[in-house]
């Protein structure tokens, strides 16, 4: 302030501690008298006993760094694994010294007369200092399409792998994914938990009376499940109340819900074991780590193939699993202890497709009818997001989403009929899709739908491009032309593809009397595509928005 700093110190009662769940507190700051160029300085303690993982640190921000450091002081009994994520190297020293501890013990003596002796005891060990510093730190950018940014974010973590205390062997700790999984499995709140089957068998036994085919016990096993159990939002591979008392109250967490679900299959003669995953939200399971998973689903083995199963979601199906479970890989974990890893990305495409009847007035407004299909991903994705809202909220959002754009006799079928697809229909006007000048008319063909911005707008990126999964879209637009107007001109058909088939795009036109028909399709085959491939898709995109936004030109006959 006027060539000086001006320094405003944080009171008591700017600080306020909050409880976010049963397990985790957060504190808050309020800062007074902030202003723009202040710069805010805050240091904090954290006391843990938990000495497995140190915390992170982030090097990288959304904003550019100058200068950021972490240092690490160890004493010699304990040795972490320094862990790296993201595409920038700090600059690394170390030092060693020896640290002494000095300790003063009293001892009382009873007798006739009671006696105190003292005595210094000193012991000393070895300390290293590890320090990791980076300098002048591009911001890094959240651009569409990305799993979890802190996946890429230059970052260092630290796991505990191994302990010995004085005159004690060496007690290693996860070194590679048989010892993480095999750890996990030999937990109480785990390998425990899944053992247990005494709480359910009535139940169950009643459920699988004359079921046959393991496909009738598999869909009869996970629709109770997911109809009685309800999650708590709690993730994590670990029991917390355990599976009994998560069934009786109808109430559990991830762990609980699965696990029980995995022991249910075994129990109807399934290969089922639990498959242990991080989810997105934690971050790809790059290392072996005890803290790499965060989550379990149920897969079973069947001709071949393992099916995924997560009963957490009430709209979950066999292979459609909640979009937070798409992380890349888990560790499916045998009875014997032995791991192997599955991929969890889906396969197959996702359709959504569109069919509209429309018509064109003199004054340029399209009135139409629309019928949308989602499929499988895309219907799981509606049901979740829309499931619970009222057709009046969810016609408020679409017309927020299209300006121009009304809609009325708004209706979904199948909404909980997880077998069918999700159909929405809807009758609408447009006021915006078409440009009148003098005799001319110049049609947007794909109405609202048309992909009018490229997603893609860094030069550069150095992370892969995630889809959550391979989707088609697919529009039928069905156009009657004013009175009066015949076609001009119509933007020529168009097919791109990108190098092996990763995604497609095929776009046509026709004109038949007073008719124009529409046939779109855009497939993304892959639901994660690598970042070397990033210019290629760019590209592909540019295409795609170019050749729809091209205008089909009617005029007065």
């Known amino acids: 302030v006027d060539g000086k700093v001006e320094k405003t110190k944080l009171k008591n009662d700017g600080e306020f501690n909050e409880k976010v769940n049963k397990y985790w507190g957060r504190k808050k700051i309020a800062l007074p008298n902030v202003k723009e160029g202040s710069i ?8 843990s006993e938990g000495i497995g993982v140190l915390e992170d640190w982030a090097f990288q921000m959304g904003i550019p760094v100058l200068y950021s450091q972490f240092k690490t002081i160890i004493p010699e009994y304990y040795v972490y694994k320094p862990l790296m994520r993201g595409f920038l190297a700090p600059k690394f020293e170390t030092s060693a010294k020896v640290k002494s501890v000095s300790s003063t013990s009293k001892e009382r003596t009873e007798g ?49 792998t191994s302990i010995q205390y004085p005159n004690q062997p060496v007690k290693n700790l996860s070194t590679t994914w048989e010892n993480v999984v095999k750890t996990i499995y030999d937990s109480d709140s785990f390998g425990g938990e899944l053992n247990k089957t005494g709480y359910f068998d009535n139940d169950v036994t009643a459920l699988l009376t004359g079921l046959n085919s393991n496909e009738e016990k598999i869909a009869a096993i996970f629709n109770y499940v997911k109809s ?20 009786l109250d109808k109430v559990g967490n991830v762990a609980e819900i699965n696990l029980m679900l995995t022991a249910m299959f075994r129990f109807a003669g399934l290969e089922a074991n639990p498959i242990v995953l991080s989810s997105r939200g934690n971050g790809i399971s790059l290392f072996p780590s005890r803290t790499a998973f965060d989550y379990v689903v149920s897969g079973i083995e069947l001709n071949g193939q393992i099916i995924l199963f997560d009963a957490t979601s009430k709209n979950a199906l066999p292979n459609i699993l909640p979009i937070h479970d798409l992380n890349w890989f888990g560790r499916l974990i045998r009875k014997d202890g032995s791991s192997v890893q599955v991929d969890l990305m889906p396969r197959s495409n996702s359709k959504d497709i569109v069919n509209v009847i429309a018509s064109i007035s003199n004054e340029g407004k399209v009135t139409g009818k629309l019928r949308d299909q989602y499929f499988d991903y895309n219907a799981f994705n509606y049901r979740e ?28 079928q199948n909404k909980n009929d997880l077998s069918k697809p999700v159909v929405v229909t809807y009758a ?21 739908f048309t992909m009018s911005e490229n ?47 990763m995604a497609s795009f095929k776009f046509n036109l026709s004109n038949n009397g007073n008719q124009v028909q529409v046939v779109c399709t855009f497939d993304i085959n892959r639901a994660v595509v690598g970042s070397e491939d990033y210019e290629t898709l760019k590209s592909f995109f540019k295409e795609v928005i170019n050749k729809q936004t091209e205008k089909v030109v009617l005029k007065k006959g």
Not at 40 to 47: C, K, N, R, S, V
Not at 144 to 160: D, G, P, Q, R
Not at 488 to 493: N, V
Request: charged residues 25%.
């Open 228 to 247: 009685r159990m309800n999650w708590n939002d709690f993730f994590g591979y670990s029991c917390n109340d355990g599976v009994r008392k998560a069934y």
């Open 40 to 47: 805010i300085e805050f240091e904090y303690t954290l006391e």
């Open 112 to 160: 006739n007369i009671t006696t105190t002796s003292f005595s210094n005891n000193q012991f000393s060990y070895n300390e290293t200092t590890s320090v990791y510093t980076l300098e002048n730190i591009p911001a890094l950018k959240d651009e569409s399409f990305v799993n979890n940014i802190k996946n890429y974010t230059a970052m260092i973590e630290h796991e505990l």
């Open 428 to 448: 609408f006007d447009l006021d915006n899709a078409v440009e009148i000048i003098g005799d001319k008319m110049y049609l947007s063909p794909l109405l609202f």
């Open 385 to 412: 997001i829309n499931g619970k809202i009222n057709n009046e909220s969810l016609v408020e959002r679409l017309e927020k989403a299209h300006p121009g754009l009304e809609v009325s006799e708004y209706d979904v």
């Open 455 to 501: 997603p893609f707008k860094q030069e550069k990126r150095e992370y892969p491009i995630d889809f959550v999964f391979p989707h088609q879209d697919k529009y039928n637009i069905s156009l009657t032309l004013p009175e009066g107007y015949v076609v001009e001109s119509l933007p020529q058909p168009q097919a791109i593809s990108m190098p092996e088939d």
